[in-house]
């Protein structure tokens, strides 16, 4: 045969942002090495794509599959969804380096910040490696995706200081020792560096994670120490990452950006917290991304451009009210003590306007958003007709009896006895209105999906099947051809990705095929697949055919093919 794979009759959009054509594509040891007509050619295996919309594979910028990678090697589900690369290792903390007496506070910070369960960390084959050279190489030749990961600040501050990592800023000797560490995961091919000084980041026990007792000194020196080891980018929550981002926060991130050379990656620009979209402050953002960009070290912010969609609950599965603890705590009664709790005027006062006061006091506990009433819905209620609550939210229901929203709630909650089922929802006009006029900033990275985090909540790994059915397809805001570019061209030449991202002769094959008309979400399922049959959501899409990888198919028309063509993507 003349090749390993022939895509054939398909419509290819290389990821440069060309216009369509339809050709053949031809693989051969990993490699595209043909496109164009192939009816004369042979393979060992073939793709009929008619009909069908040939792309690169998608590059997810923002993941935390570090943990999951080592006992799921396809990073279920988002290659379902067309991505063949993920970079994880984000938000200041990744699976290595991690001494053995460390592995349980490692877990512990995975297990708060990012929502994993403790139960399926200890599925991760810790024994396995130390230090992020080990990791990496524990991974070679076990992989169904293509992984990259940033070394995470929390990790090596852990490991040079102990337990004093949780206690005081970092001495010279230290911060040196630190550097080395970071050189070093860089050198074997580390994505970057991460920190963070989010004040929602707290380990398992309430206590702040090592990268938030880092002074400003220590953070620009290991970044300035991985950007003289190698290539990538820097992964940075500055303080503001949840109250909204000030001028310190700014000069901070400028100052990173000119002291490594590397891009620097945050979330929230413009927005009053990370988890938001940006709205007033925008205009403000776009000025600070001019001045950074006209100092030679512009920075870039990930976007979530597919709005959450969390279900809310009266009891124990809820995680969305921890910085509001007299709700949260409420959640873990038994049911006996929440009917009496709700019933005590006392009780009903201090948690009457609580959601909307949460917790902003970052030594009081973590400081996460709520969701706030105006973007909370009904689900299922046996109490409330489906008909009065249709397309409303609780603050709109509310206010239309003369009551404050968390009366409005905690009421539904007594009267359907604790079995409500809220919609954290934010698919509003003015998020609309406000993650179309941002999208279309070249610093703006469309994401986020947080793979392999807060499954728990939610699975995001539909994010870009929303990207391309909703913001290209049916709004328009993008051509086909330049939506497919933002998913995989431009986040892979920001990451330093320069060898993905799009379909060229002599390029790796990584490919996703699908149907330009059907491409989108379906469903979210909640199933028991996790190491110690820990449950998760599972985002289910339609419309992919296949995701290739180096040549290899890994999902064809839904299901695994048990290959395992995954590489280790190394900037440097």
Same mark, same amino acid.
């Given at each position: ?118 139960? !399926? +960390?200890?599925?991760? #084959?810790?024994? =396995? ?5 080990? &990791? %990496?190489?524990?991974?070679?030749? /076990? ?77 620009? !020196? +290991?970044?300035?120490? #991985?950007?003289? =080891? ?5 992964? &940075? %929550?500055?303080?503001?990452?949840? /109250? ?329």
């Amino acid at each position: 045969m003349d090749y390993d794979l022939i895509v054939r009759g398909g419509m290819v959009i290389d990821g440069t942002g060309l216009p369509r054509r339809r050709v053949d594509l031809a693989v051969k040891n990993g490699r595209v090495v043909r496109i164009g007509r192939l009816d004369h050619m042979g393979a060992v295996e073939e793709i009929d794509a008619t009909g069908m919309i040939v792309a690169p594979g998608i590059v997810d910028a923002h993941t935390h599959y570090d943990p999951q990678i080592t006992f799921d090697p396809y990073a279920t589900m988002s290659c379902f969804h067309g991505v063949t690369t993920v970079l994880a290792g984000n938000c200041g903390f990744s699976a290595a380096p991690t001494k053995a007496e460390d592995r349980e506070f490692i877990q512990g910070v995975f297990a708060k910040v990012e929502d994993m369960n403790p139960i !399926a +960390l200890s599925g991760v #084959a810790w024994e =396995s490696f130390e230090t992020f050279p080990e &990791f %990496l190489a524990s991974l070679e030749n /076990r992989l169904g995706i293509n992984f990259a990961c940033y070394v995470g600040h929390s990790n090596v501050r852990r490991w040079v200081m102990g337990e004093a990592a949780i206690e005081r800023a970092a001495s010279a000797n230290e911060i040196a020792d630190m550097c080395a560490i970071v050189a070093e995961a860089m050198e074997a091919g580390a994505a970057g560096f991460s920190t963070s000084l989010s004040p929602t980041q707290n380990d398992i026990h309430g206590r702040p994670v090592p990268s938030r007792f880092a002074d400003r000194d220590e953070v620009v !020196a +290991l970044a300035e120490a #991985a950007g003289r =080891s190698g290539s990538g980018s820097i992964c &940075f %929550l500055p303080a503001g990452t949840t /109250r909204g981002l000030n001028d310190e926060d700014y000069d901070l991130i400028i100052e990173i950006g000119q002291r490594s050379g590397l891009p620097v990656v945050i979330q929230g620009l413009g927005a009053r917290s990370k988890t938001d979209v940006p709205g007033s402050g925008w205009d403000d953002a776009v000025k600070v991304l001019d001045r950074a960009q006209a100092q030679g070290a512009p920075f870039y912010s990930m976007l979530i451009a597919r709005p959450f969609d969390r279900q809310v609950a009266f009891d124990e599965t809820n995680h969305h009210w921890q910085a509001v603890p007299t709700w949260q705590a409420m959640t873990r009664m038994p049911i006996e003590q929440r009917r009496a709790l709700l019933r005590d005027p006392a009780a009903r006062e201090e948690m009457r306007f609580a959601v909307e006061n949460q917790n902003r006091a970052p030594d009081k506990g973590t400081t996460l958003p709520a969701p706030q009433w105006q973007v909370v819905f009904v689900e299922a209620s046996s109490s409330l007709p489906f008909e009065q609550h249709q397309g409303r939210s609780i603050a709109e229901m509310a206010n239309a009896q003369g009551v404050a929203p968390g009366d409005f709630a905690l009421d539904l909650a007594l009267a359907d006895d604790f079995a409500t089922k809220l919609r954290w929802r934010m698919d509003s006009t003015e998020w609309s209105d406000a993650v179309r006029k941002s999208q279309v900033d070249p610093r703006i990275i469309v994401g986020t999906s947080d793979g392999g985090a807060h499954l728990a909540k939610d699975d995001q790994a539909d994010w870009s099947s929303y990207f391309l059915a909703t913001w290209v397809r049916e709004r328009k805001v993008w051509t086909l051809e330049e939506g497919i570019r933002q998913l995989t061209q431009v986040p892979a030449a920001i990451l330093g990705f320069h060898d993905r991202g799009t379909l060229r002769v002599g390029g790796y094959a990584d490919i996703m095929i699908f149907d330009e008309a059907s491409i989108g979400p379906l469903r979210k399922e909640f199933v028991h697949d996790l190491p110690g049959g820990v449950g998760r959501y599972k985002a289910i899409g339609k419309g992919v055919k296949a995701t290739i990888v180096n040549g290899r198919p890994i999902v064809m028309d839904g299901e695994l093919t048990s290959e395992l063509p995954g590489s280790l993507v190394r900037p440097s």
